[in-house]
């Protein structure tokens, strides 16, 4: 057991910098292409048509990416008041049941976005000519990520702030 934890934890380290580098790097490219488009709208007065969908997609990638490292870190919103009210077998039941509702939620989004992939791959963008599958990939992709990120933080949670909130 102890063999399998370290190497799911080894793994979420490699993961969690992947997607946390590529949400940063989808955030980069999403605010710089939006400061582009201002400059060519306004200032050059020649809009580019093909950075509004570039923007779209990088910021689609960012949220699905970004969402694992939410997860990893415990960052999300939660209500934990039933959590942090209950004490010993009771808390850790509890928060495997969050995980496992987690895992669950994750598996059905990583379903049916794959589906959606599939669905749209012969649905092309007209303004850069490429698949729309490229821009739902990001939902199995992430959703990938996000499962490992859970099942990390159920292994290894952060330490909680002296207020209590993760």
Not at 13 to 41: D, E, H, K, Y
Not at 61 to 74: E, H, I, Q
Not at 114 to 134: C, D, I, K, Y
Not at 136 to 165: E, M, Q, S
Request: charged residues 10%.
């Amino acid at each position: 057991m102890q063999g399998l934890r370290r190497a799911v934890l080894a793994i979420d380290r490699v993961t969690t910098t992947v997607v946390t580098w590529a949400a940063c790097a989808a955030l980069a490219l999403a605010a710089a292409m939006a400061f582009g488009q201002v400059v060519m709208r306004y200032v050059v007065r020649q809009p580019v048509a093909w950075s509004e969908p570039v923007v779209q997609m990088a910021v689609i990638w960012m949220v699905y990416l970004g969402a694992a490292v939410t997860f990893r870190t415990g960052a999300l919103v939660a209500i934990d008041l039933l959590l942090t009210r209950l004490t010993g077998h009771w808390q850790r039941g509890l928060a495997w049941v969050i995980t496992a509702a987690s895992l669950l939620l994750l598996a059905h989004m990583g379903w049916y976005g794959w589906e959606m992939v599939e669905r749209a791959q012969f649905n092309v963008n007209p303004t850069l000519g490429v698949s729309m599958s490229w821009g739902f990939a990001a939902i199995p992709v992430g959703a990938v990520f996000a499962i490992i990120a859970v099942v990390a933080h159920a292994l290894d949670p952060p330490p909680r702030d002296i207020d209590g909130a993760s």
